[in-house]
């Protein structure tokens, strides 16, 4: 069992090695010169201009969570249509006929998607127009 993992170990160890020699030569080989556009602090080319603890709107908050939760559950797809064939036969070798399973349950899980867009739609969390 353990002659499985000996490549996975190999692997991470090489790349923490490759890792760690790469940091160590840019510490000691890197030039030192610091200044003072080099210590000031860099916000996606702008200046940053103001107090960093600026209040956002909770909108924006909203906004976000609602994304993370499309998203991820978007993902899901992918493992389903995957395993979509599995999913559909009642038999393991599929012979002797094709069940509805699959495709039934990931339209229960779309009609959960859409009905949670409509409700945040409706509840104008999001506003396309």
């Known amino acids: 069992m ?8 190999i692997a991470i160890l090489f790349g923490l090695g490759l890792a760690s020699a790469f940091l160590i030569a840019a510490m000691t080989l890197g030039p030192k010169r610091a200044s003072a556009e080099k210590l000031a602090p860099f916000e996606c080319g702008s200046e940053p201009i103001g107090s960093p603890r600026v209040r956002f709107s909770v909108k924006f908050y909203q906004v976000a969570i609602l994304f ?4 991820i559950e978007t993902a899901f797809l992918y493992p389903w ?3 979509f064939r599995q999913l559909s036969c ?3 070798t599929c012979a002797t006929g094709v069940s509805l399973f699959g495709l039934v349950e990931m339209l229960v899980f779309v009609l959960v998607l859409v009905t949670a867009l409509a409700y945040a739609w409706r509840k104008k969390a999001i506003g396309w127009g």
Do not use: C, K, R, S
Not at 2 to 9: G, I, R, S, T
């Open 68 to 71: 993370l939760v499309f998203d």
């Open 81 to 83: 249509a995957v395993l």
């Open 90 to 92: 009642i038999a393991p």
């Open 2 to 9: 353990e002659v499985d993992y000996a490549p996975v170990l």
